[in-house]
């Protein structure tokens, strides 16, 4: 691979694996069932946490810091799967070293943050994606088509919710602002993706939270608002078990989502005047829940030469993080080390 460049190609493309917790593991477990990739190396904040995922699936190298792994040349790109407030640090380690990355979501804690990885990766011409596999869903794609080809008419509302029944306990991640726990960047990252996907970033945005103790939100609703007249009702919890579900209303017809509608293998249109179609997954999208999709998207980008994804492009991740830093803004939510402006506030003047 060319130094500070995306294109390659090799084949295969070859991966490195930031971090071993169940998302990587996940992730790792769909990669080594694709001909076409090969995952070369794994790291760890410890060794012996590298070397037992190494073994696990049966990668050739296991690295106890973060830095070999950025530094290992034979790697074609890194999926960094680290809590969110980690995604900083990762992403711009392996950047720095020239590497390509695929970063998972929330893509960082707030939006200074994105708006420096993403200057990263253009100014050293390396490949970033976020690694939001909603949006490369087959079926995701298809309604989305359908829904920019008019066949819903004009969007008037889109609402999503998820969320899990807990409870977690204070010393959980989901718990810890250290981690950038609460529902908003953990969950509530699919419904405003969701939204976002369809009709773009919002002029106007109200919510509320409940938080815990500790300072993070254990649920939130928000209502967006776009200059249009549409408006999207997005919602997560830590504290629920909710539908999963998400719809998007026309002002011609409706299209419903089932359950797990970030992942999902069918949705239902509605038009006026005719009979519910159901549209569905064709055997080569492969089982619900593939994370497949995004690899071999972040693979077709990398052997085309592009540095970014036109299914997950770096401006529309920066639109989602500036809604979430406004939500975050709106209830109350602020990480350690924040400063107001980060959140969205206005800086305090003094007298």
């Known amino acids: ?84 407030s980690a995604h900083r640090a990762a992403a711009g380690l392996c950047l720095e070293a020239g590497r390509n990355v695929l970063c998972e979501k929330a893509f960082t804690l707030n939006t200074r943050e994105a708006e420096e990885l993403v200057a990263l990766s253009r100014a050293r011409g390396s490949f970033l994606m976020e690694a939001m596999w909603m949006y490369c869903n087959p079926v995701i794609r298809r309604l989305a088509d359908l829904v920019l080809d008019g066949a819903i008419g004009e969007v008037r509302n889109v609402q999503a919710d998820f969320g899990l029944a807990g409870p977690f306990p204070p010393s959980h991640r989901l ?34 939270a409940v ?76 089982p619900r829940g593939s994370l497949k999709h995004e690899a071999r998207e972040v693979m077709r980008a990398l052997r085309a030469g592009e540095t970014e994804s036109p299914l997950v492009p770096l401006d529309g991740t920066l639109a989602v993080m500036r809604t979430l830093d406004a939500i975050r803004d709106r209830v109350g939510v602020r990480y350690p080390g924040e400063s107001p402006r980060e959140t969205g506030e206005p800086e305090l003047t003094p007298a």
């Open 211 to 286: 938080l815990s103790d500790e300072g993070v939100d254990l649920q939130t609703g928000a209502l967006l608002s776009w200059e249009s007249g549409a408006l999207a009702s997005v919602h997560c919890s830590l504290i629920g078990g909710t539908a999963t579900t998400a719809s998007v209303t026309g002002s011609q017809g409706r299209i419903d989502i089932p359950y797990g509608f970030f992942h999902t293998d069918s949705f239902v249109l509605h038009r006026d005047g005719r009979d519910p179609e159901e549209f569905t997954a064709g055997p080569a999208d492969g």
């Open 1 to 84: 691979m060319s130094e500070g460049g995306a294109a390659m190609t090799e084949q295969s493309v070859r991966w490195g694996i930031l971090a071993t917790g169940g998302i990587a593991a996940a992730f790792t477990a769909d990669l080594v069932d694709l001909p076409d990739a090969e995952v070369v190396a794994v790291a760890s904040r410890t060794e012996a946490s590298a070397t037992a995922f190494a073994e696990r699936f049966g990668i050739p190298r296991a690295y106890g810091d973060w830095d070999a792994l950025a530094r290992d040349e034979d790697i074609d790109v890194v999926y960094v799967a680290t809590p969110h």
């Open 175 to 208: 718990r810890d602002p250290e981690q950038g726990g609460g529902a908003l960047l953990d969950l509530g990252v699919y419904p405003v993706s969701f939204a976002q996907l369809l009709l773009g970033e919002p002029a106007d945005i109200a919510a509320r």
